[in-house]
Every structure is written in structure tokens, then in C-alpha cells.
């Protein structure tokens, strides 16, 4: 189904997952969290139904808005992931894994890949996240095309924002600001994916450098730091509601039983 897909865009889009976190909230665990089975889907060789891994969904929709090349970034131990993907045939999407280099962040984790994809419009998802709309990114290049954005950011309803990055909008869909975890708030959405361009891409390889030596000294760098970053220097960053239900991060034992328990019931997204 996939092989009739063709990339309406003009500039390359590369989809970019970070896949190099350790965890910790879910462990021990017997593979890495991004290769935890979520449901089935139907074997291409027999049409059997086999697992399907989370990660899998993620790299589905990517497929879906015609993108053919992406890069995860994984660290040191992490080998079962590209084992079970390997050169990303089972998704007819063209797949290469780079290591991770500072371990201060997602940030950081993207950046090592900023050689290979500085000059490309990058679609950008966590593998531990499932949402509803196939079309995601499919609405977010779009956005992006037609009214030339450094960033768009997708956007979900949240009704858990102490686990969530919640984004504050203003006219427009302008982001004003993204506000990491917070215990309490009236803002509606937190965002999950996001395309951007080299823009961006350019700002956050300049911006992690000179920060390198204060992020080696303090908590985690989330992405939702460098888009304030980005908004604060004057970079146009605005947010899209893809879809009218909240993701599930299953990185929590909570959502990831719950994940579960939509898969194997073969629930819609």
C-alpha cells in the first residue's frame, strides 16, 4: 500500500525519532521500551496477524504523509532496535540509526543526526507516543508549505498535564510559550510531534553548543526548552490540533496498561 505514496513536496522530508532514553520509569523490562508490543497488525507475507510495536505506529504515519527516510538515534545497548527494524523494510520506509553523543536531552539526541538532515524539512514524533489521526503530518507539512512556519507543532487535547508539555497559544495559533509538566494550568493542549525547518534545525545545533558546558551541570533539556528558545529569538513557531483525542505516553505503567488493553481489543486510536 505503501510503495503508491509519493512526497508532495518540493524540499526533502526526513522523519527524525529519538530512541535513546533508558526508561527508568518503566524498568526492568525485557527489550527497549520503543519495541514494547501494542496490539497486532496483519503479516504482509500471509496476512496473519503478528505484535505490533509501539514505535511501529509512529513510523506508520510518517509512511502515510509519504515520507521515505528516517533516522533514530539510539545509545550504546539499545541493538535490538535497529535488530527488529533493520534497514526498515517492514514499513517500505528507508531507515539508518545514528548513536547518541551528550546524554543532556532529547535536544541533544536530535542533534547528532543535524549533519545528515540540516538542509531537510524534518518530521519529528517520540516512539513511545500513540495518537489517533493517521493524517498528522499529512497537516502539519501541509501548515507548514503554505504558510512558510519555522516550527509546527501538532497538537492534542491533554488531561494530564503534570506528565505533559502544555502549549500556550495566541492569535493565530502562535505559540507564546511551552510550559513543561506543570501541577497546575488552564491551558487545553500538549503537542507530540512537530515538523520544522532547517531554520530551526540551524538555531538548535547553535543554541545546544553554547549551552553545552550549563546543560552538563543541570536537570534534563526537554524540546519544549530549545521551542522557547527559538520563540524568545524570534523564530515563527505556531500549533495545529490534529486530532480531538489525547495521545497515550507509554512510558508511564499507568498509559502503558492502558495501551495494552486498546490493542489487544483492537481499539481505534
Known amino acids: 500500500m505503501y510503495n503508491e505514496l509519493k512526497n508532495p513536496f518540493e524540499q526533502e522530508v526526513i522523519g527524525l525519532i529519538p530512541a535513546a532514553g533508558k526508561a527508568t520509569r518503566l524498568s526492568p523490562l525485557p527489550c527497549s521500551k520503543e519495541l514494547f508490543p501494542i496490539g497486532f497488525g496483519a503479516s504482509s507475507k500471509d496476512?496473519?496477524?503478528i505484535p505490533k510495536v509501539v514505535s511501529h505506529y509512529l513510523l506508520e504515519k510518517?509512511?502515510?504523509a509519504g515520507i521515505t527516510k528516517a533516522y533514530i538515534v539510539i545509545r550504546e545497548g539499545k541493538w535490538d532496535i535497529p535488530a527488529y527494524f533493520d534497514d526498515g523494510?517492514?514499513?517500505d520506509i528507508n531507515?539508518?540509526?545514528l548513536m547518541m553523543g551528550l546524554p543532556f536531552g532529547v535536544p541533544y539526541t536530535l542533534d547528532q543526526a543535524y549533519p545528515f538532515v540540516q538542509d531537510?524539512?524534518?518530521a519529528f514524533g517520540f516512539p513511545d507516543i500513540l495518537f489517533k489521526a493517521d493524517d498528522a503530518f499529512d497537516q502539519l507539512l501541509a501548515y507548514q508549505a503554505a504558510k512558510k512556519i519555522d516550527v509546527v507543532m501538532g497538537l492534542f487535547p491533554c488531561k494530564r498535564s503534570r506528565k505533559a508539555d502544555m502549549v500556550a497559544l495566541g492569535d493565530d495559533r502562535r505559540v507564546e510559550r511551552v510550559i513543561i509538566k506543570p501541577r497546575e494550568t488552564n491551558l487545553r493542549f500538549s503537542w507530540a510531534v512537530a515538523v520544522w525547518t532547517p531554520v530551526f534545525s540551524r538555531f538548535m545545533h547553535e543554541y545546544l553548543s553554547a549551552i553545552e558546558e550549563?546543560?552538563?551541570r543541570q536537570p534534563e533539556l526537554f524540546v519544549g526548552d530549545v521551542f522557547n528558545a527559538a520563540i524568545q529569538r524570534g523564530l515563527k513557531v505556531e500549533g495545529v490540533p490534529v486530532s480531538d483525542r489525547?495521545?497515550?505516553d507509554?512510558?508511564?505503567?499507568?498509559e502503558l496498561l492502558e495501551a495494552v488493553k486498546r490493542g489487544v481489543a483492537q481499539v481505534d486510536w
Open 62 to 64: 510518517m509512511r502515510l
Open 120 to 122: 531537510a524539512i524534518i
Open 214 to 216: 550549563k546543560a552538563a
Open 250 to 254: 507509554i512510558g508511564t505503567g499507568d
Open 89 to 91: 523494510s517492514i514499513l
Open 47 to 49: 496476512n496473519n496477524l
Open 95 to 97: 531507515l539508518a540509526y
Open 246 to 248: 489525547p495521545f497515550l
